[in-house]
């Protein structure tokens, strides 16, 4: 078992196998952020200009915490 984790945890990436890597994880999570973002707008009803595309942009970041949040809230 410490083999094969070592084995994995000594693989060299190269610059361009990691920036592939990133974007192959940031395209689905963008997505799934947006989508959220869109169908829960409710908090956004009293914001404008800088302050509600602030708000809208962090909700597609901080998506996971914004589920968990309101599971927990209801």
Do not use: Q
């Not at 083999?3 to 990436?13: G, P």
């Not at 395209?27 to 707008?41: K, Q």
């Not at 009803?45 to 901080?62: K, Q, Y």
Request: hydrophobic share 50%; net charge negative.
């Amino acid at each position: 078992m410490l083999r094969r984790l070592d084995r994995f945890l000594s693989y060299e990436m190269k610059v361009s196998e990691f920036l592939g890597t990133l974007v192959i994880i940031g395209i689905p999570y963008g997505l799934v952020g947006v989508v959220w973002s869109l169908t829960h707008t409710s908090h956004l009803g009293d914001l404008h200009g800088v302050d509600l595309v602030v708000s809208f942009l962090g909700s597609i970041v901080c998506w996971p915490v914004l589920i968990f949040a309101n599971v927990t809230m209801t």
